[in-house]
């Protein structure tokens, strides 16, 4: 698997997490990312833009600027929306290639069971597809 | 009392999670293993086929499963059809009885989706029975709306699984047929609480899932009376449901084996009775759970901001709750890291939620192995989590 | 080997028996039933529902297992549905895609009522593909009769239950193709002989159980290609397979979920996977059943007045033969008696045994498991019984 | 259980089969039983008296004689037969009233398989349902 920016954010990421041997110190954070999260303008909260989970519902709204992907989400939950500000950070600013270089299997170093779950009807892991998704037709044009 | 009856469980010999989500499905109980296991490892065979003794063997143990079953729930053997489950044996009836004798169905707005998609598929037309504003159906309404559409066909829930309402069967039964309706119970939420006699009941089908009252996963039943059943053509084609076969025309067996097309979960259905057999032996009474529940509610009660959907008191198995101001995923997450596990959400019932103008509820869910403890846990962390997810941004001093 | 073998099966463990029934249902290895046993008692939940860690768990557990099974078979993961077995899954197909595509199909002589009955019941018009003498299906005439009839529904067995016929599937798909017709493969009796590669077949559906592949009772599965299975409406209606659920409407998910409506058989699905990995573990080659087999028919052919009908050399699994002059229940019975554990009677293939005349037969059907010793105690037994059936009358001293 | 001359039948011809300690000696007799079942006359071969088993075919003719019934029958197959002949010796020159006073779990003493068998496409089975249907019709004109 190849070094890049994003798989050393995802690195960077799980040793932060890392650092709670509390799961509940680690899940108040998360909520706290989530409290920080950027508020997604109302006019990105369309059924296009949205991921709908068994559970909560995710809105992504998805722009590429000068060769880079940005992304910018919202979720009705708290914690969901503090994943969503994790996947963010790894995510977002990046472009096509180095996402789509990126296993998504490597997410799972954060240990974060939300984030890889196998329900295909998670919001979470319906989001990473759409990051997915964006990023390739991204790259296809290129 | 239910600290005893855990130990029967090897799950929670194995784990400290407290679980609650019995409604989903339940733990199993070591016998119900161990009766499965004595097939796969000492006469695995093939039923209702060419008789050697292994076969022979398998079958009796099939039947007498089939028998048991039955009787638990006060059918006569030949009445009780096997199927995957509770969701089965509605699409069963849906596709080889109403649709061909009816246009429209009568469902409870507190139906799960097992009890409303299947009508759909067969075309059939959705009348909706209104409710009473603590979820209880409105009798007279129900009367009113059957007396206009007699010889109709209703299906409604035994017990609710989002909020616990036991419905009055008998009663809605006894209407039903007074205008020569006919009506299915869903039996999924009610077998492993009340006794069910669906003779007494005078059901015309009743439908329940093993995995929900202790048993395994793969199997439940139908029950219908016979003749209604005798009036069915199978649901599915194959091996083992026919009396001759030839290209041109294939002729069935009787009921119930002209729906158990192909080879059964043969080593389900043994589990399923053993299932049914420990249930009946730990005698419990409704009572023990109703004295849980109260705690739970009582306890719930005490929380702030907390929403209760009904406060009625025909409640069993199951309490749906929210937490003002907080989404009821993030505290099932929450629940989760500190190792309760309940269920959040639409419990799959999508048109009460919406009804009641939610996305979702916070549901406990209860079985005979839960104790007062547990629910004590329970309430701690519904705390915790609230205190984490409520606190003011940067707060930190506060969590400990 | 297979002594070897034996030992990983604890139904021989527990006695003495012959196990020569293994296509109406094989043994299983200890190893499914440990799979099993973990989930009921670690991590049993419901899945695909409400998110807590332990139906996370069990989800992922459920999905790697379609993972793998898809896998086995050559099939991307979500062109593989789950269903009760290869009976379910041909009529899913017959009901759900079939009936309203098609007004007839195309089958062969050799096929099981499971591959009959679910067309009939949908009231498809049957066509029937003649057999060469030695029961193997006549390519020139298929060839013809899809030419005469293009854009059709063929269903074909993989190998037949009662005579071991391995079927030039490749071919005959190709041949389905050219005209423009979709094929379903009935692989009941593949699964556990064959290494299957439905994208190199290129098979549009793919049937098949796992009991007969030493996995658990009440599981088998549908291989469809995903456009297929994409046009294709819900087969039953219920929990987890839906988007948004209304009195009015309902949507649904994509397939495979589409299809598995309520909840499904997990710990049989977890336990079909394990029986998959064992399968693929032994690494044991379609040539030392052949070994089996043609030991088992030479032993065979030594006997007097022995019928066998066919003397095709692509044939696998299983043989079926008669005494003359003697019914073949009464093999059966007296084989039981000395136990020995093989099916008499029609296979569930009644309209091949007209055609020949017969009421059944005896079929030996073999597994991994099985060995000379196997063949040679069967001989030795059909030989006693023989002589029990056909000396004269009162002639009590011949016996002994 | 009422004690009547169809009971001791059943707890004569128990204690004869029992007298065989190898299963295969005792099989050898019920087909010897088979070879000597009276012919049955072919017009009764007809479909009404046919019992449909899974394996193999019974053909059960009754009639009635001075307040007691009879019973005759065949079958394709040897073992059955002389299971035929064994119920035959049973429950034929008997009244409707005795064969109804027996359970046919008293069957289970003979010890034979076939006999008390769970299949219900089994051909004994329905032979022996056959019967006690036979006696209640026959009860019932009483
Ligand atoms: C060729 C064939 N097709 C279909 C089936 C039906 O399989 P199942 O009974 O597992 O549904 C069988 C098994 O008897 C079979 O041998
Ligand atoms: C009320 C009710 N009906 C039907 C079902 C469906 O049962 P199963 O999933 O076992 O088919 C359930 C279970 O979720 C239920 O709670």
Known sequence: MPQNKISKEIKQLADELELFDDVMDKYEYIIELGRALHVLNEKYKTTTNLVQGCQSQVWLHEYEKEGKLYFEADSDALIVKGLVQILIRIYSAHSSKEILDINTALLEELHLSEIISSGRQNGIASMIQKIYTYARQDNDKK | ?400
């Open chain 2, 1 to 400: 009392m239910n600290t005893i009856i855990k130990k029967d469980f090897p799950f929670f010999n194995n784990n400290d999670i407290v679980y609650l989500d019995s409604a989903a499905t339940s733990q199993k109980p070591q016998i119900v293993l161990d009766k499965m296991q004595e097939y796969y490892t000492q006469y695995c065979a093939n039923t209702h086929r060419g008789e050697h003794e292994l076969g022979d063997k398998a079958t009796t143990e099939f039947e007498n499963s089939r028998d048991y079953i039955a009787k638990f729930i006060g059918a006569n053997t030949d009445e009780l059809v096997f199927t995957k489950g509770t969701t089965e044996a509605i699409n069963f009836v849906a596709s080889s009885f109403v649709k061909s004798r009816f246009t429209k169905v009568f469902l409870s707005e507190l139906e799960h989706h097992s009890n409303i998609v299947p009508w759909q598929l067969q075309g059939l037309e959705i009348v909706v029975l209104p409710l009473d504003k603590d979820l209880n159906i409105n009798l007279e309404e129900y009367e009113k709306l059957l007396r206009l559409n007699p010889k109709s066909f209703v299906s409604i829930t035994h017990v609710s699984n989002s909020f616990g309402i036991i419905n009055p069967i008998k009663k809605l039964i006894n209407i039903a047929h007074k205008y020569e309706c006919l009506i299915l119970i869903d039996g999924a939420q009610a077998l492993a609480h009340l006794r069910i006699d669906v003779k007494d009941l005078d059901a015309d089908f009743y439908a329940v899932s093993a995995h929900k009252a202790y048993g395994p996963t793969g199997i439940g039943a139908l029950y219908g009376k016979y003749a209604l059943l005798e009036s069915m053509s199978p649901y599915q084609g194959g091996g083992s449901m026919i009396t001759e076969v030839s290209f041109k025309k294939s002729s069935y067996l009787k009921p119930p084996l002209r729906f158990e097309a192909g080879t059964q979960a043969i080593a389900e259905v043994i589990g399923f009775k053993a299932a049914l057999k420990y249930l009946f032996t730990l005698k419990q009474t409704q009572k023990e759970e109703d004295i849980l529940l109260k705690y739970a509610k009582e306890k719930l009660q005490g929380l702030s901001r907390i929403q209760l959907y009904t406060q009625a008191e025909n409640v069993l198995g199951n309490i749906s709750f929210n937490i003002k101001g907080v989404h009821h995923n993030d505290i099932g997450i929450l629940l989760s890291k500190q190792s309760i596990m309940l269920r959040t959400g639409h419990h799959c019932a999508m048109p009460i939620m919406k009804k009641l103008g939610i996305k979702g509820t916070i549901r406990l869910s209860f079985a005979l192995y839960n104790t007062k403890e547990d629910i004590n846990k329970t309430i701690q962390a519904i705390q915790k989590a609230i205190h984490l997810l409520t606190k003011n941004k940067g707060d930190k001093s506060a969590s400990k």
